[in-house]
């Protein structure tokens, strides 16, 4: 009946929801592990005296939403 729908997709909903923490947990330490990468590259290139080239690699990062 009606009633046995509306608790199945509850069911099915909360199921995907406890799917979907671990998995942005993940994400987010994938982004956040990309990002300590980029700045030790960025800190590579400045050392290296390589300015224009980490400059972009700033410019890069700010256009990804990574400031």
């Not at 799917?19 to 400045?46: C, T």
């Not at 290296?48 to 890069?60: D, K, L, S, W, Y």
């Amino acid at each position: 009946g009606f009633g046995s729908d509306v608790v199945c997709r509850g069911v099915r909903s909360k199921t995907l929801l406890k799917l979907s923490i671990p998995r942005i947990k993940l994400l987010r330490n994938r982004r956040e592990l990309q990002l300590r990468q980029m700045r030790r590259d960025i800190a590579k290139l400045l050392e290296a005296g390589q300015e224009a080239t980490a400059r972009i690699r700033v410019r890069f990062l700010v256009a990804l939403g990574f400031d």
